[in-house]
């Protein structure tokens, strides 16, 4: 009569008492995280769909585009965002804008280590703003003597400085203190004195300061030179065409032609911002169809399928995308959704549309509460943060898999009693058969 290996033996049934429960909370947990793992995939599709949105439909940034184009390069650039109407203009560029640069009369043998006074007050004013810089502040260590480097530091390192760079330039083996407006035009010329230094080299090298570049402001001719002008303190005129912003960056000669500028729809454009919309509208669809399929005989059932909160954002999509917004439907300009459910663009009806009523086209997108504005706020609710749909759904989920994982360490506490009764039972038995086996062998 052989042992028994009561190890094996209790090893063995204790395996078969718990497996059919493993395999069951292990088929469990994977069709829960299979579940997480999708909806993680559609979340994503949805927020890249929902940022595709959002960067067509704001301030400055709308689905129509809209192109500037000027006679001859080199004197101005414009942009035209969506609603700049379609025109040409002249424009005559007098003068570009240009920022205050001075020089101050310091000694010739100034250099970065030359001190400066330990008292009085240096007085900056800019377009209003008024800072006063305390001499005695100036040192870089606290008591010390103060240098010309030091308040250049001061200066440029105020918080409340008002727009004024300080620099030491070198120049033929000469330092030269400079001071430069860090913003353009006549209303931010620099002021500055300084007064109480008790050092009348100091307090003479601001009075008598010599001007590098005088500010003024651009000056452009809207209708040529004699028609409207138009001033700014920057380079950059804003919304004196509407929707239209003219950056000048040289000036003409008195007596030239002026410039031709040209604004109209960009087709091109606007048609990459429809195609970007359409590409983030499929793959959202494409990824849902991909784990919502039911299924048949060469094709797994979705381990989303019948999913309550992939149905809703399809069900709401699907009508918004078909609704009429502003008085017309996507189909009417060219976008269509076919019997799968993909949506595809006839470019040629579409540029038909922009071409005949651009404003209409836009409104339907852009048009507060239209298309994009209704996209955004059926989107909203799924993808919050903390109480989306999503994030309840998937943490749902978690918690069933937490639920699973508890009855494991139950199962697990299982096996190893039924694994102790078994190892007991069969080690008593191996010891029975042993003592039988010999007792048989004293009968030879």
């Known amino acids: 009569m052989s042992s028994l290996d009561p190890i094996t033996m209790a090893t063995q049934l204790a395996t078969y008492d718990v497996q059919p429960f493993q395999m069951r909370y292990q088929m469990q947990a994977d069709k829960y995280q299979s579940q997480i793992t999708a909806l993680g995939k559609v979340e994503a599709a949805l927020r890249e769909f929902r940022t595709a949105v959002t960067n067509m439909n704001s301030s400055s940034s709308n689905i129509i585009k809209n192109s500037a184009n000027v006679s001859q390069d080199g004197f101005l650039s414009a942009t035209a965002n969506a609603s700049a109407l379609t025109g040409s203009y002249q424009i005559f560029v007098e003068q570009v804008a ?76 000469q330092t030269h203190f400079m001071l430069s407006s860090t913003e353009t035009g006549v209303e931010n010329t620099i ?105 048949g005989e060469d094709q797994a059932r979705g381990v989303l399928a019948s999913d309550p909160t992939l149905r809703s954002i399809e069900s709401q999509l699907t009508s918004i995308v078909r609704g009429e917004y502003n008085g017309m439907r996507l189909s009417e300009v060219g976008i269509e959704i076919d019997r799968s459910g993909k949506m595809t663009l006839d470019a040629t009806k579409f540029e038909e549309a922009q071409k005949n009523n651009s404003a209409a086209l836009e409104a339907m997108f852009n048009g507060d509460g239209n298309l994009l504005d209704s996209i955004d706020t059926m989107v909203d609710p799924f993808l919050k943060s903390t109480t989306g749909l999503f994030k309840t759904r998937k943490d749902s989920l978690q918690q069933n898999i937490s639920r699973i994982d508890d009855k494991q360490a139950t199962l697990e506490r299982k096996y190893d009693m039924a694994y102790s009764r078994y190892l007991a039972q069969f080690t008593q038995m191996n010891t029975l058969m042993t003592q039988m086996n010999q007792t048989m062998s004293m009968f030879g």
């Open 191 to 295: 002021n500055v004195s300084a007064t109480g230094t008790n050092a009348a080299w100091f307090e003479d090298a601001f009075t008598n300061s010599t001007d590098i570049s005088t500010p003024q402001d651009a000056v452009i001719w809207l209708g040529g030179q004699g028609g409207l002008k138009l001033e700014s303190s920057s380079n950059t005129f804003t919304g004196v065409i509407d929707g239209v912003d003219i950056t000048v960056s040289k000036a003409q000669t008195a007596g030239e032609q002026p410039l031709t500028l040209n604004i109209g729809p960009d087709q091109e454009a606007t048609k990459e911002q429809v195609n970007v919309f359409i590409d983030a509208y499929n793959t959202l669809m494409s990824t849902m169809d991909e784990y919502t399929g039911i299924g």
């Open 98 to 173: 240009t920022a205050h640069q001075m020089k101050t009369d310091m000694p010739a043998d100034l250099d970065a280590t030359t001190e400066i006074p330990a008292t009085g007050t240096l007085d900056f004013t800019i377009n209003g703003e008024t800072v006063t810089i305390d001499l005695a502040t100036v040192s870089a260590d606290a008591g010390g003597t103060a240098t010309m480097a030091d308040l250049v530091s001061a200066i440029n390192n105020d918080p409340n400085n008002p727009g004024v760079n300080a620099t030491l330039v070198r120049s033929n083996g």
